[in-house]
């Protein structure tokens, strides 16, 4: 009975100190997915051929340690565990265009389930701003839709959270980390 609590209180312990593992996270799938998320974004947009997206690369970052081991190691990020995102953007939209863009791309994730996190809409003295992110409740995968008028640019990052990657993973030589627009296929 005592090695039962013994053992117990070990487990209990190590769990208050490392806080919830990090789930294993695949980077090659990981990047797929990311770009996959783009392709349809992208596609959902239904811009006419001459708003054409930028190419972008899977990058990864930084993600902490948790539970009470956080507090001996403030700010000091993990190695093997990393979080990753891939930024693209789209140039010279006009706000009605982007508009038309960002409702299309929410109606299609409002459809397949995702949760709304934050809304983007502000508009100052001397700037507008249009804007959401969404979040996909099944994975925490995240969606953030910007556009503001003084660069009339549409900004895409599609996110995942943070996974423990494999020992042998070398972000500078990752050749899966490329992103390129296919064509739209609803382009006008």
Not at 7 to 14: F, K, L, Q, T
Not at 159 to 182: I, L, M, N, R, T
Request: aromatic share 10%.
């Amino acid at each position: 009975m005592m090695v039962a609590l013994l053992v117990g209180a070990v487990v209990a312990g190590n769990a208050v100190w490392n806080g919830a593992p990090y789930p294993s996270a695949d980077p090659d799938t990981v990047a797929q997915r990311l770009k996959s998320r783009s392709d349809e974004v992208y596609d959902d947009f239904a811009l006419p051929e001459k708003y054409a997206a930028g190419s972008g690369r899977v990058s990864t970052g930084a993600c902490y340690y948790r539970g009470l081991r956080g507090l001996a190691h403030i700010d000091e990020a993990r190695s093997d565990v990393r979080s990753f995102g891939l930024d693209w953007s789209l140039p010279g939209v006009p706000e009605a265009t982007a508009r038309d863009a960002q409702r299309s791309v929410r109606q299609r994730l409002v459809r397949k389930g995702w949760k709304l996190t934050h809304e983007g809409d502000r508009a100052g003295a001397t700037f507008r701003e249009l804007g959401f992110r969404f979040e996909n409740p099944a994975g925490g995968d995240q969606v953030d839709v910007r556009w503001n008028d003084s660069t009339t640019t549409l900004f895409i990052s599609v996110y995942a959270p943070c996974g423990q990657v494999p020992d042998e993973f070398v972000e500078y030589e990752w050749s899966e980390a490329d992103w390129h627009p296919k064509e739209p296929s609803a382009g006008l």
